[in-house]
């Protein structure tokens, strides 16, 4: 049985940090591109972050790039995103997504708050 586990959400105040990370289990982690979403507000599709191919090449979308890091560690199943400078409009809940053929695999859903 395949699991993402997410940790790292929370409040931050405008141009601080926050790392996340996901922890996959039950799956070879190693061969698997690997992706960080969110969705603001609740209902809205969620959009791609980031993402970190197999080989470890590298993809975010135009609102982080500069300012958000993926990456990803195989000996510890594990996938990161590093934000840095954030923005109120960083604030959304935050998805691990692991893809394979006929569907995706999502993490429980991490709260980032960037608020003063």
């Known amino acids: 049985q395949v699991q993402l586990v997410e940790s790292g959400g929370g409040l931050v105040q405008p141009g601080g940090s926050l790392r996340l990370s996901c922890e996959a289990s039950g799956i070879a982690f190693s061969f698997y591109n690997m992706g960080w979403y969110r969705q603001a507000p609740p209902g809205k599709q969620r959009e791609l972050v980031a993402s970190i191919t197999l080989g470890g090449s590298r993809n975010y979308a135009d609102s982080v790039k500069g300012r958000f890091t993926i990456s990803r560690d195989n000996a510890k199943n594990t996938v990161y995103l590093q934000m840095n400078s954030l923005k109120p409009e960083d604030t959304a809940v935050y998805y691990c997504?692991?893809?394979?053929?006929?569907?995706?695999?999502w993490g429980q859903g991490t709260q980032i708050t960037v608020s003063s």
């Open positions: 997504n692991l893809r394979v053929i006929g569907g995706d695999y």
